[in-house]
């Protein structure tokens, strides 16, 4: 866990993102989770972008950051 996002050049098409913030591959889901009862954010990227992914665990837009790890 980090107090800020993961900022990733990401490429079209679908992703797990880690929620349990147990993953060695952070933002992505590694299966860290087996277990703990909390799996993944999966989302569909419609293009290649850059996306901001909640780093701090606060966000009320998960996976994505929105601005919670600052106030
Ligand atoms: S990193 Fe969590 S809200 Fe920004």
Same mark, same amino acid.
Do not use: L, W
């Given at each position: 866990? +980090?107090? *800020? $996002?993961?900022?990733?050049?990401? =490429? %079209? &098409?679908?992703?797990?993102? @880690? +929620?349990? /913030?147990?993953? +060695?591959?952070? $933002?992505?889901? !590694?299966? %860290? /989770?087996?277990?703990? &009862?909390?799996? $993944?954010?999966?989302? #569909?990227?419609? #293009? !290649? *972008? =850059?996306? %901001?992914?909640? &780093?701090?665990?606060?966000?009320?837009? %998960? $996976?994505? @950051? !929105? &601005?919670?790890?600052?106030?």
């Amino acid at each position: 866990m +980090q107090n *800020k $996002p993961y900022i990733v050049n990401e =490429t %079209a &098409g679908t992703k797990a993102y @880690c +929620q349990c /913030h147990k993953s +060695q591959n952070m $933002p992505y889901c !590694d299966g %860290a /989770h087996k277990g703990s &009862g909390v799996g $993944p954010s999966v989302v #569909e990227v419609t #293009e !290649d *972008k =850059t996306v %901001a992914v909640c &780093g701090c665990g606060k966000t009320q837009s %998960a $996976p994505f @950051c !929105d &601005g919670a790890h600052s106030r």
